[in-house]
Nanobody, 124 residues
Framework: QVQLVESGGGSVQAGGSLRLSCKAS???????LAWFRQAPGKEREGVAA????????IYADSVKGRFTISKDNNKYTLYLQMDNLKPDDTAMYYC???????????????????WGQGTQVTVS
């Protein structure tokens, strides 16, 4: 089992920045790690993903150039730096992990086994 705990959400004006963090409860070996978000009435959307052993992330088109996913393997922590935030970025943000990464690095929710409880981001 892997427990994931997100933090760093909040309210910000359009154009502002936030950094989300996700702390894992155990040492991770080779995981797929990802950020997803879900706005009220909408499906959960993949935002960005990265391998623990890699440095080439993938991003949703809607956040490319504005969001940066990164990790600190020594601290078992995943980050999402969000810049130039827009009202459409308002959502609950979740981190997710999967040990098998059976289909590679993807932004598909059903490919991830472990999920955090979410942190709210509101952009006005």
């Amino acid at each position: 089992q892997v427990q994931l705990v997100e933090s760093g959400g909040g309210s910000v004006q359009a154009g502002g920045s936030l950094r989300l963090s996700c702390k894992a409860s155990r040492t991770y070996n080779t995981y797929c790690l990802a950020w997803f978000r879900q706005a009220p009435g909408k499906e959960r959307e993949g935002v960005a993903a990265i391998y623990t052993e890699g440095d080439t992330p993938i991003y949703a088109d809607s956040v490319k150039g504005r969001f940066t996913i990164s990790k600190d393997n020594n601290k078992y922590t995943l980050y999402l730096q969000m810049d130039n935030l827009k009202p459409d970025d308002t959502a609950m943000y979740y981190c997710a992990a999967d040990l098998a990464c059976a289909n590679g690095l993807v932004l598909i929710a059903k490919e991830y086994t472990f999920w955090g409880q979410g942190t709210q981001v509101t952009v006005s």
